[in-house]
């Protein structure tokens, strides 16, 4: 089938299969292909995303259950489009809503479904931070009790008692009985603070209430995808999003695996590529797009105009390093707190790897070693397997991250052992703690990039996203030309997005704040205007850099003032400086969040200078979708982007759309209904000249404010903005003369 777009639609908070059903005419009318859902498999009740799988055997009965999505699916065939479906295999639940976790719990390690998670069972029972306050005072407070069932409740809490433990015991049990009965288990509760010091489990990230899975294990692999298959293999899906391939033991062995059992069946991976990375040659379509989207925001960005706003930064708030050296620090800061229990694992691996090879290392020195490694280590991970080769791209990454590492310890001989040992992989210690290691790497940059530096370096917000690099913040065209042109002629079937449920800014967002470096003197009288307000004194400039940027970029939209608070109070804990998740300090956060909401309450009438930056902002948001629709690969539409999209962070990038609103978009004369007109327009040209776009050649000139990208083979199609768009030749398909913007942009198609 032709791919002409794919439109991205998040299930839950209201919306099942019945539901979308009845959004089906709206999508499909839209021109697209492929309609993209978010995980379907069952979650615990009130999950607001899906990633959180339950029971990797059942459909959610919350979305509809089995029947609900064969009904989904055949309604979206009569409608032409294709099912893509986002997968988790990397982890599920780990909670009691978890049937074969309970399982785990109830019979350890000699249980059925033991295999399919990644516990450290030599590490002890299985450590359950979930409690309040210590078992012995919950005890002794009556909130402990023996059921009938063979359950133990503690609190709130129902569990699973190993069998024969709690033999001739029921009711409640004094202290010392409830200790002892605690002991008798292949599982321990603690109290949530101790969370760091305990966990023998592997997460997804640094959250404890996900637990890996073991896909690496053939019957796991089997067990866990049945379902999936089942779907595949009775034409009810046809295409797979890998959700995390990063965090899996061997990403190219599950996606060949994956192959394998589906030969036919098109696979894309969420992946960050970082810098110059190219991606190791998977069975896959290619990625979701991240790449792309950084690379189109670099292209709209005006480095003149990012000169001033980072001279305006660095001005009011005195700093002077780069985002690099921010991420070094926030590695360090998170190694000692958030993957404080993985640093400790990877030390401990270690430890058995040096034994075993007779290398003579105390375990500080070995957290060091680790700890440097991990720090200077440049990209989500390396892709050593258990054993064979390891690639010349990974050697030269550990060799290189080795000597940056190296000049800040007095000795480098520990850290050149471990490199060498995981290099190697010679003995089973060696290789499991190369494995592990190349898990944690990609856990660290992501804490450390994207949730806190990325909160910490505000000079340019619209950089700070998922999959961008905010010391390489612009580019020319050529740099740009040639990343379409790689992609192309290595990965012509990726999917390029716009915006996400996990993007920091959806693509509207963005643009206001790419507009910014446009018209720099716009954003530094309102700076100034804002520096006028009541409470600016006792609030830092870098906050209050981000709270403007913020407010620029979702002001006049629907409850503007709660959504920027409530994101406020995520960016501060998130960057951890003033306040945080485990800590929470309420007293900046409504501080800061009373400033920006000024700002709005303030901007009800907005000055000169907003509309100024407003009106470029709806021009470089339609120049963002025509290139994303040119890009090689296939573009996709988030839910909403089909008009005007402004969403912050999550939970609020995943709200609700105006579906009522969206179906009403066509024929009028505001942004949403012009980029309604333009995507209309794009993906009409798309499925005329699928070849074209499928196969011809891209180039691309101009800069910031005005340029070309170009579609060349069986026909020509051009996208060009600014005074680009004068003189282009063809058919002109779609216009857009928005006033005040420097030249609008045009798509013209010769056969």
Known sequence: MTRIASYRVQLRDGLDFDGLVRRLDHIAGLGVSHLYLSPILTAPPGSTHGYDVTDPTAIDPELGGREGFERLARAAGERGLKIILDIVPNHMAFGLDTPWLVDVLRHGPASRRAAVFDIDWGAGPLALPWLERPLPEMAEAGEVEVLADGMLRVGALHLP???????????????????????????????????????????????????????????????????????????????????????????????????????????????????????????????????????????????AGL?????????????????????????????????????????????????????????????????????????????????????????????????????????????????????????????????????????????????????????????????????????????????????RERWPGSINLGSTHDTKRSEDARARLVALTHDPEAFRALWTAANAQDGSDGLPANLRLYALQSAIAIHGEPDAEDRLAEHLVKALREGKEVTYWN??????????????????????????????????????????????AFAPGMPDIYQGGEGRLIQLTDPDNRRTPDWSSLAALGGGDTHADRKRGLLAALLDLRRRAADLFARGDVTLDGDARAGRILRIGSGTACFAWGQSSAGVQGDVLWSDETPGAPGGAVLTFAP
Request: proline share 6%; aromatic share 6%.
């Open 161 to 303: 008692l190993a069998p024969g433990s709690a033999d001739g015991l029921t009711g409640t049990p004094d202290p010392a009985t409830a200790e002892s009965l605690h002991e008798a288990q292949h599982w321990r509760l603690l109290p949530w603070q101790m969370e760091r010091d305990s966990i023998t489990h592997r997460r997804f990230f640094s959250v404890t209430s996900l637990i890996g899975v073991r896909v690496e294990d053939p019957e796991v692999f089997e067990t866990t995808h049945a379902l999936l298959f089942e779907l595949v293999e009775a034409g009810h899906v046809h295409g797979l999003r890998v959700d995390h391939v990063d965090g899996l033991v061997d990403p190219g062995g599950y996606l060949r695996a994956l192959a394998d059992r589906l030969p036919d069946t098109p696979v894309w991976i969420e992946k960050i590529v970082v810098g110059d990375e190219a991606l190791p040659d998977w069975p896959m379509e290619g990625t979701t797009g991240y790449e792309t989207a950084a690379a189109i925001t670099r292209l709209l960005t005006d480095p």
């Open 307 to 487: 000169d001033v706003l980072d001279a305006t930064w660095r001005e009011a708030t005195g700093a002077e390093g780069d985002f690099h050296a921010a991420v070094a620090q926030a590695k360090r800061e998170v190694l000692t707190d958030e993957l404080a229990a993985e640093l400790r694992q990877l030390r401990r691996l270690a430890d058995a790897a040096a034994e075993a090879d007779g290398f003579l290392a105390g375990p500080e020195s070995l957290r060091e070693a680790i700890t440097e490694l991990l720090v200077a280590f440049p990209r989500y991970r390396s892709y050593l397997t258990a054993d064979g080769p390891a690639r010349d791209e990974d050697v030269a990454l550990w060799r290189a991250a080795a000597d940056e590492a190296a000049a800040n310890v007095r000795l480098r001989d520990t850290i050149d052992w471990v490199v060498d040992r995981i290099l190697a992989r010679d003995t089973p210690d060696a290789s499991r703690l190369a494995l592990r290691l190349q898990q944690v790497t990609g856990a660290l940059i992501a804490k450390s990039h994207e949730d806190t530096a990325g909160f910490r370096f505000n000079r340019y917000i619209a950089a700070n996203e998922v999959g961008a690099d905010p010391d390489r913040p612009v580019a020319e065209a050529a740099e740009i030309g040639a990343f379409l042109q790689d992609r």
């Open 583 to 628: 800590a929470p300090d309420e007293t900046p956060e409504r501080r800061i969040g009373r400033w920006a909401c000024g700002l709005l309450a303030a901007w009800e009438e907005p000055p000169e200078e907003l509309l100024r930056i407003d009106r470029l902002a709806e021009a470089i948001g339609l120049r963002e979708l025509g290139l994303r």
